[in-house]
């Protein structure tokens, strides 16, 4: 459970900007002035709707997973009945919880996970599966009318076995990511899935929203990575085989990835490992602007090289990088002017061109030929190698973007990121088109920034972060209208409705621009063949009525009563 | 269309063993002597069951597709009505054709496509796509009673259109490798997918078994090629974004591929391309065991090595394989022994070592760089090079196999391959178990062999072949016999039930062994949630009665009277 129930993180946890002041003042540049955000003190000050769970459901549920293994009360029912996106934020701040989930199960075993599901197939009882509760998409808040219950599967059985020989390791659906490369890395092994949300987020997680890390390029997106999965649905068990590959029908792995709870709730699954790297070149180079940068991370993958982490900022996200940087002093300033005007002489200033971070990372030999071979790329497009430096600072401050977002938060700035993936043919275009889009929808005092940071061969992700000052008490509403602005240009613009967040409730009205009515179709087919009573996750991913089918409220009532 | 109705290849093509007399000592050495089997002359004296499409379902499917776009004589319904295993060679070569399609209807578009499959699920008439006809689990033989029309994909246009900023071309169901890469390499691309159906096989048929080249170490199975894909069904028209990668829900690409027809008909795929490599190095080795060259396979993919080709012959298929070359004359004859003293040095003899294949390709550097790590991976394995020479001449009789089968069962020779794939932890044994019950079924006259060819981080793939002299009129019981023995021992074992070849109805009955109750019950479920008609290839890959729902023995009747 993360502690810190109004933002990101452990409660103990503080977040500090190195120079708070240049910070501020490069921001208040751009938004004007911002009217400090508010909180409540406590969760105790948020009142929720009693649990709408009938007494003998209660007690069946305790009979599976004992007294302590159920909670109604309202604190832990509020933190379960959100995740951390900005809209999340905004209202827990406020101590509002509109869509409270009727009570938390932590089931220990397999066995009572499946109990559990039965039970509300059964009882038409719709069951969210929260692992980390980091979805920004509103993929764990309780989007129907009728009774709910989330099965937090922090606890589930299982942990972490490895099978050296396969290079492969079976891990319980509610693991964490350190807790994950905590018992592969004495083994040698590492899964190389590191998403900003690692710290917090579980391998069920991953694979329900398709996650990717920061090292995708490298390890590949999460859905690579699962051998077979474990996975408790109304019918019952699904297990995949645990074969490398098949021929042998549709891949049931790949229907599950993605699935967001709306099938079943994982509760195992075998992921494919790599060796613990052993040497790592990570440096920065700067290119004149984004298209140069563009092509040569383009070429770069389409000539088979497979950086762990290419990320490429454009102008705007290079421009406020180095405004978060420590102003340098010493002999780090006279380094600073001495590298102003070694770029100067290519023709880049620091604040208009383009930061890459480009790290490769495997057996020496191999790192040492795929740099090289880089480089030799990179200088085409005219980067300017900025040496280890920014591979360091990047690799410091990684996980660091949801914390930042907090201290925004507190500052009356509205934050947020969103992203998607599109083909190299389309993707500068699209690029810009969603980018004018959030510029339109936030208005003059307003920023937008982008990076690429998942490469493939056949395209790229684009990563947004947009800040404008708060409307107060028009929040949500003002959030909507960039998120609606932004999403409708990158379905325009035909890229994926999502590269790695998912879809949850924020993005579902969207599926059938991106899919298409035959797409949404079969995951309307798909989801009534296996979940009949549409207990699972309902209102998540597929468009349409987000109520059980034959919970009518008269029904959900007399349940409560 | 393959023209040689009767085995392999185009009528005009034969294929000669270089030196027949060497080649029969050696399997009439260990099968006995076998009865030379006979043919039918012409394909005109297999006399069929009427056409039962009625005739008003006729003139709807000509005013589709023109009267040139349909079929019902006789003669090329039968070629129509089979693929290329060793059972249908047995039967076709007897001119028994069991279960005849009722017509070929060749459509041009994808319109045509879409009017058909809307017009069989009307009518419940059974509709099975046929690409290159080389399936060799019966998966275009018609498994139902009631009437079947065959789409042969040939003719549809769109061709191909490469992207070559994304490395990516739209491609025509229909297209087959070599009309495939002749588009694909003048402009510096490969999809370098080779399997060794590759001269007749279609992209739609390789999406639809997941099909593996013989490269697909380095350049994946097709289904990792696959960007988006359209697919006509009895709903309507399914067309997947072209996205590189996405969070937004299950992948519904990986769910056509593999669905070997029973969800519609796929007529274009957009695939990634890889650049055409500029420099290759193939050589041969041998190992003094299986268990050795397994685990240097192993370690070498999971170091990260990714060679084109990775083929480790057992001792069995070296031994036949050297049976196979021509005998070594003047100066090669020096070399010859030359060698084999080499070898003996290391306590290694030709006829009972392995050979492994490994190949390198790409660019010249990499190449180098793979290529020197290998070796020292495979040195610590007691691995001894044989030099460039048995690269080339895997490279030369690449395609072979198939024209050979025809050779053997000339000679009255069974001759079949079956193949699996598996975790490198039961790699051993299950290779081991599988052989053992080939041979057991096979009785004392047979030779089984196997190689690994297609490797994985987590496992690699087995590929049998199994050779007997065939018992007259009793060849397809016999045949069954070992496929049966084989197949339990795969699933018992844990193995995949296919890696590459498919199920179609040959491998079907094994599918809840291999799949469990539920993976069985959600491919069921999703079958009929989206073809509630049950027309789309009946009888195929998922286990259960064979009939489209209301197509009564009488209906049938009464449609054909």
Chains 1, 2 share one sequence.
């Not at 900007?17 to 105790?44: K, V």
């Not at 969210?128 to 009774?147: D, K």
Request: aromatic letters at 6%.
């Amino acid at each position: 459970m993360i502690s810190k129930w109004w933002g990101w993180g452990d409660a103990g946890r503080e977040y500090h900007l190195p120079d708070p002041q240049r910070f501020w003042r490069y921001l208040r540049a751009r938004l004007g002035p911002t009217e400090a955000g508010g909180r409540i003190d406590s969760l105790e000050r948020v009142h929720l709707s009693p649990s709408r769970l009938p007494v003998a459901t209660l007690s069946a549920l305790t009979g599976i997973v004992g007294q302590e293994g159920l909670s109604t009360e309202s604190a832990e029912r509020a933190v379960y009945s959100m995740g951390k996106g900005y809209k999340d934020l905004v209202r827990i701040r406020r101590g509002q919880v509109a869509n409270p989930t009727d009570a938390v199960a932590r089931p220990q075993t397999e066995e009572q996970v499946t109990a559990l599901v039965d039970l509300a197939a059964r009882e038409r009882i719709a069951v969210i599966p929260f692992g980390g509760g980091t979805s920004v998409v509103g993929g764990v808040e309780p989007a129907g009318r009728g009774p709910v219950l989330t099965l937090d599967l922090a606890a589930l059985a299982g942990g972490v076995r490895i099978d050296s020989q396969s290079s492969a390791a079976t891990v319980a659906a509610g693991v964490t990511g350190p807790e994950l490369e905590r018992h592969l890395n004495p083994a040698g092994f590492t899964l190389g899935h590191f998403p900003q949300s690692f710290e917090f987020s579980t391998v069920g997680g991953w694979i329900a929203t398709r996650s990717a890390g920061q090292k995708s390029t490298l390890y590949g997106k999460i859905e690579q990575r699962v051998q077979a999965l474990r996975l408790a649905y109304p019918g019952g068990l699904l297990a995949t085989p645990a074969v490398p590959a098949a021929a042998a029908g549709p891949d049931l792995v790949q229907l599950v990835a993605g699935s967001e709870g709306t099938l079943g709730v994982i509760t195992e699954a075998t992921l494919r490992l790599s060796p613990i790297p052993r040497h790592q070149d990570y440096r920065g180079y700067l290119f004149p602007g984004f298209t140069d940068g563009v092509a040569a991370a383009r070429e770069l993958v389409q000539a088979g090289l497979r950086p762990a982490v290419l990320r490429l900022s454009d102008e705007a996200e290079t421009e406020s990088a180095l405004a978060m940087r420590p102003p340098p002093q010493g002999m780090a300033a006279v380094v600073e002017r001495a590298g102003r005007w070694y770029l100067s002489r290519g023709g880049l200033r620091l604040e208009t061109a383009c930061l890459m971070i480009l790290g490769f990372e495997g057996k020496e030999s191999a790192v040492r030929e795929q740099s090289a071979a880089a480089r030799s790329i990179l200088r085409r497009h005219d980067a300017r190698s900025l040496g280890a430096a920014p591979g360091r600072a990047w690799e410091r401050s990684r996980y660091d973007a949801p914390y930042l977002r907090d201290l925004l938060l507190d500052g009356g700035v509205m934050v947020d990121t969103l992203e998607t993936a599109t083909t190299w043919d389309r993707y500068l275009s699209l690029y810009a088109a969603v980018r004018e889009a959030i510029r339109g929808a936030l208005g003059d005092r307003g920023v937008v920034m982008a990076h690429l940071s998942h490469c493939y061969s056949d395209g790229g992700s684009i990563y947004y972060t947009f800040l404008g000052p708060q409307e107060r008490d028009g929040e949500i509403e003002q959030w909507e209208r960039v998120k609606a602005a932004a999403t409708e240009a990158i379905t325009r613009q035909g890229g994926a409705l999502s590269h790695h967040h998912g879809i949850g409730s924020d993005h579902r009205a969207w599926m059938e621009a991106y899919l298409g009515s035959a797409g949404v179709e079969w995951l309307a087919a798909i989801k009534s063949a296996l979940d009949p009573g549409g207990v699972m996750n309902p209102g998540k991913l597929i468009p349409g009525p987000p109520l059980p089918a034959n919970s009518s409220p008269a029904e959900t009532e007399a349940r409560s009563g």
